[in-house]
């Protein structure tokens, strides 16, 4: 059942205050609401259980709708920025709510279908990684200072790598904290995955670790050991890690 369907059931037997209760994730799971986008599931319990249904059901029951509906769009922004969920799901979930609760007549599906809600690449620390690569401390790439470490000949060799697997995108434009999963859905559609059983980003890794003679660990091992590689960051520091380092190279060539 979509998520909207299963909130209005459970609102209607329960009333609206049933979203700012933390029970709302059990009665929701009761109807498969989150089988068909289980990245979902986290989001909707940060909502539930970090005060923010009870906001949005005293908005929906005692202010105007544009009031609400401001309340909504700057949510959807602090469950991305704050809480590092990817844009796409904070969007549905809440979308999702004002739905059920008659705010907004639509609520867009997430492309990705898969179980990780996070967006590592996006941690706020990525102003502090820029500088910590700038040997000027300008912002500006050693590359483009003609100064290449070890570290960027892995780099320059990974977004190669990446721009063959997902034809349209250019080398010089993958930066290391760009999210694998944009860069996928920027450089071919996601619906040549379809029905294979992978998500994009996880198909992009078993290409690179095949090319690079790297076995990258799976989606699952990745979620359990806490150790998602979401960013062209995460990938090149654990090829760094995970294959010997030659002198003058830091990866092999395919």
């Given at each position: 059942m979509k998520l909207q369907d299963a909130l209005r059931k459970v609102i209607r037997r329960y009333g609206m205050s049933i979203?700012?209760?933390?029970?709302?994730?059990?009665?929701?799971?009761?109807?498969?609401?989150?089988?068909?986008?289980?990245?979902?599931?986290?989001?909707?319990?940060?909502?539930?259980?970090?005060?923010?249904?009870?906001?949005?059901?005293?908005?929906?029951?005692?202010?105007?709708?544009?009031?609400?509906?401001?309340?909504?769009?700057?949510?959807?922004?602090?469950?991305?920025?704050?809480?590092n969920f990817w844009k796409e799901f904070a969007d549905y979930a809440v979308d999702s709510i004002s739905l059920a609760l008659g705010l907004v007549s639509s609520a867009a599906e997430p492309l990705d279908h898969g179980f990780d809600p996070e967006n590592h690449g996006n941690t706020g620390k990525e102003d502090t990684r820029k500088a910590q690569n700038?040997?000027?401390?300008?912002?500006?790439?050693?590359?483009?200072?003609?100064?290449?470490?070890?570290?960027?000949?892995?780099?320059?060799?990974?977004?190669?790598?990446?721009?063959?697997?997902?034809?349209?995108?250019?080398?010089?434009?993958?930066?290391?904290?760009?999210?694998?999963?944009?860069?996928?859905?920027?450089?071919?559609?996601?619906?040549?995955?379809?029905?294979?059983?992978?998500?994009e980003p996880s198909l992009l890794l078993l290409?690179?670790?095949?090319?690079?003679?790297?076995?990258?660990?799976?989606?699952?091992?990745?979620i359990a050991g806490n150790a998602r590689i979401a960013t062209v960051r995460d990938a090149v520091e654990y090829i760094k890690s995970h294959q010997p380092r030659q002198p003058g190279s830091g990866c092999t060539d395919s």
């Amino acid at each position: 059942m979509k998520l909207q369907d299963a909130l209005r059931k459970v609102i209607r037997r329960y009333g609206m205050s049933i979203i700012e209760d933390k029970r709302v994730m059990a009665f929701l799971a009761d109807y498969k609401a989150f089988d068909e986008f289980p990245a979902v599931k986290p989001v909707m319990k940060a909502i539930a259980e970090g005060g923010y249904g009870r906001e949005l059901c005293r908005l929906a029951a005692d202010e105007s709708d544009a009031e609400y509906l401001r309340y909504a769009a700057g949510l959807k922004n602090t469950l991305a920025a704050d809480k590092n969920f990817w844009k796409e799901f904070a969007d549905y979930a809440v979308d999702s709510i004002s739905l059920a609760l008659g705010l907004v007549s639509s609520a867009a599906e997430p492309l990705d279908h898969g179980f990780d809600p996070e967006n590592h690449g996006n941690t706020g620390k990525e102003d502090t990684r820029k500088a910590q690569n700038s040997p000027s401390g300008t912002g500006s790439s050693s590359q483009e200072d003609g100064n290449e470490s070890p570290d960027d000949v892995v780099f320059q060799k990974v977004r190669e790598l990446i721009a063959e697997y997902a034809p349209g995108l250019r080398p010089e434009d993958i930066k290391p904290d760009d999210s694998l999963k944009e860069l996928c859905h920027k450089g071919r559609s996601a619906s040549v995955v379809i029905g294979l059983g992978y998500d994009e980003p996880s198909l992009l890794l078993l290409d690179l670790g095949k090319k690079l003679g790297i076995t990258f660990p799976s989606l699952w091992a990745q979620i359990a050991g806490n150790a998602r590689i979401a960013t062209v960051r995460d990938a090149v520091e654990y090829i760094k890690s995970h294959q010997p380092r030659q002198p003058g190279s830091g990866c092999t060539d395919s």
